[in-house]
């Protein structure tokens, strides 16, 4: 292969745990990354995509659906069971202007999206507002279908957000079935196009169950029934975890420093008999499909500790805030985590931990729980990259110059890899 110039030619050195990362500076984790290398749909089947195996600092071209061939027996595969959500509303003024509410999140803090999903007659909600100066304040929108009337109002700015106040009639019908019978796909901003048939199926995970995210967690999507059926031939076990993936998610790093950086911040589910394999179960590993589940994953972790260093301070539901991490203090070992967080859900008779998480992991995080990553391939300074960086060291500026010189296919409908964690 003749020799190229590297994309990452101007990046600057990255310091771990001799930097907090605050203060990195995103402008030190980029690439050229040329349009033609956005997948902009999916592949005929699922797990046809490559798969670039990162491991003890050497790479290997597969294809995905030869996965299992690359876990170990005896390990644990971690899957994110959220479902996507049909979130884009497409609205006029009686001009004929479009206006689009890309809904987001819950406007109360206090509630989570999955929970207002399940809102009947009204909600106020955050949305991305395409063509906001156009839409006058007080002016309401509607949108008609068959079966019912949507009206929308313009309430307030909310950072680059707006405030939403949806209401619909019949009053009974819940805004989780408005949005499936009138939203579109969610699909990400650097896809430029609608919608097509194929998305319906394709930018949801084969085992999503649970309605919240308005981004697909991407890494997920190769899975086919045969690459599961290949996995538990292995004597591999899977469980499962719940993160709703916001659009914070794409949300650009626009500070010099990560300091001035606010992480998004998301839902965690995780049930009872998860935390038991985490304990018991973990013989060769664990591999966390997606960033979202990695992020999961090692938010149990903060959850535990939290847990053992202020005892009576929790009854239902636990954050992680963006620099716990790096905060210090006492070192609280997996295991005791991990008990903690068991012991808590028998006292308070929970099946389940709910809590948020704003955790950013970057270069400098020392990682409890998960060993190995299932992932796409991500946007230059995006805080995903910083994950990966975190993850494998300054080489996944190779594994990145590997993927461009060899027609990986990037983001969400991209190509995948498994990367070993190096410690």
């Known amino acids: 292969m003749p020799q190229t110039k590297s994309r990452f030619s101007t990046l600057l050195p990255i310091f771990g745990d001799r930097m907090h990362p605050k203060e990195l500076s995103i402008a030190s984790f980029t690439y050229a990354l040329p349009n033609d290398r956005i997948a902009q749909h999916p592949l005929a089947k699922r797990d046809a995509s490559k798969l670039l195996i990162y491991r003890d600092g050497k790479i290997q071209d597969e294809e995905f ?33 479009a206006i689009e509410v890309f809904c987001t999140d819950a406007a109360d803090a206090s509630k989570d999206f999955a929970q207002t999903l399940q809102q009947s007659k009204e909600v106020v909600i955050t949305a991305f507002v395409g063509n906001a100066k156009r839409w006058k304040n007080d002016e309401v929108l509607e949108l008609h279908h068959e079966a019912f009337t949507l009206r929308a109002t313009k309430i307030a700015p909310v950072h680059d957000q707006w405030h939403i106040h949806l209401c619909w009639t019949p ?39 649970t309605n919240g995210s308005v981004a697909a967690p991407t890494a997920g999507l190769h899975f086919s029934e045969e690459v599961i059926t290949s996995i538990n031939a292995k004597r591999i076990t899977t469980g499962n975890v719940t993160l709703h993936v916001g659009a914070g998610t794409f949300k650009p790093v626009k500070s010099v420093t990560m300091e001035n950086h606010e992480m998004h911040r998301e839902q965690i589910i995780v ?13 060769n590993g664990i591999t966390a499909v997606g960033t979202t589940a990695l992020r999961t994953l090692e938010s149990i972790y903060w959850f535990g500790r939290q847990l053992v260093l202020q005892p009576g301070q929790f009854r239902s539901s636990l954050f992680v805030g963006q620099w716990e991490p790096y905060e210090g203090g006492p070192d609280v070992p997996v295991p005791v985590a991990l008990r903690a967080i068991a012991e808590w859900m028998r006292e308070y008779n929970l099946q389940e931990v709910t809590g948020f998480t704003q955790i950013l992991i970057a270069p400098g995080y020392r990682f409890r729980i998960v060993n190995r990553l299932v992932t796409n391939f991500h946007q230059p300074q995006s805080t995903l990259l910083l994950l990966v960086a975190a993850f494998i060291g300054d080489d996944y500026r190779k594994v990145y110059e590997h993927a461009l010189q060899h027609n990986y296919r990037f983001l969400s409908y991209g190509d995948s890899s498994l990367l070993w964690r190096n410690d």
């Open 65 to 97: 659906s030869h996965i299992a061939d690359h876990l170990p027996a005896d390990s644990l595969i971690v899957f994110n069971t959220t479902r996507v959500v049909r979130a884009r509303l497409q609205l006029h003024r009686s001009t004929g202007a």
């Open 171 to 209: 009053e009974t019908l819940s805004f989780a079935e408005i949005l499936e019978q009138l939203g579109k796909v969610p699909l990400p901003p650097y896809m430029s196009r609608d919608e097509e048939a194929d998305d319906n199926e394709r930018y949801q995970t084969i085992f999503a169950k």
């Open 271 to 283: 049930h009872r008999d998860l935390i038991d394999l985490l304990l018991h179960q973990n013989k």
